[in-house]
């Protein structure tokens, strides 16, 4: 017992001069600058490769907004739920890892699809798309900076990805 006490007063005076440093600015800096090159690599590809669909589904996106954010955030708890009820299973692990990256792939296509659609509606794409896809990436940065903004992140990416899974699931 009184070993302990000595070793406490040790760490006392040790911990005096102990300098802890909590990163939290490099953890949000590090996620704005994540969430900037996912949108404008992913925002790209949408473009370059699927430009109909994509514009179909901003289309979706701001026709129906509130109807597409409550059909993604549906859809984001059904994933919950059985992502949970697979992981109880044990057995089911093999299926919810698979599931969980499908799913991030898809939300990551959705909440580009949103964003350009709000940059689409502030600058336009008539004379291309790489300032829509720029803002994009700089609306999501800015907002993944902000720890209040993942809150808006969060609708705009569940009504993105409500309007990519609408068709497929609806």
Do not use: C
């Amino acid at each position: 017992m009184q070993a302990l006490a000595v070793a406490a007063a040790t760490i006392a005076q040790a911990g005096s001069g102990l300098d802890v440093d909590v990163t939290l600015g490099q953890g949000l800096a590090g996620g704005a600058v994540g969430a900037f090159l996912t949108t404008l690599v992913v925002g790209a590809i949408a473009v370059a490769a699927f430009p109909e669909r994509t514009e179909a589904v901003m289309a979706a996106v701001l026709d129906e907004p509130v109807e597409s954010f409550v059909y993604g955030l549906v859809v984001l708890v059904g994933l919950a739920v059985a992502t949970l009820v697979l992981v109880f299973t044990i057995v089911g692990i093999v299926v919810a890892v698979p599931l969980l990256l499908v799913a991030s792939l898809v939300w990551a296509v959705g909440a580009t699809v949103a964003y350009l659609a709000v940059a689409d509606r502030l600058v336009g794409h008539d004379d291309g798309w790489l300032k829509p896809l720029l803002l994009a990436a700089a609306l999501n940065g800015a907002l993944a900076a902000t720890g209040v903004g993942s809150i808006v992140g969060l609708a705009v990416g569940a009504a993105g990805f409500g309007a990519v899974l609408k068709p497929y699931l609806g």
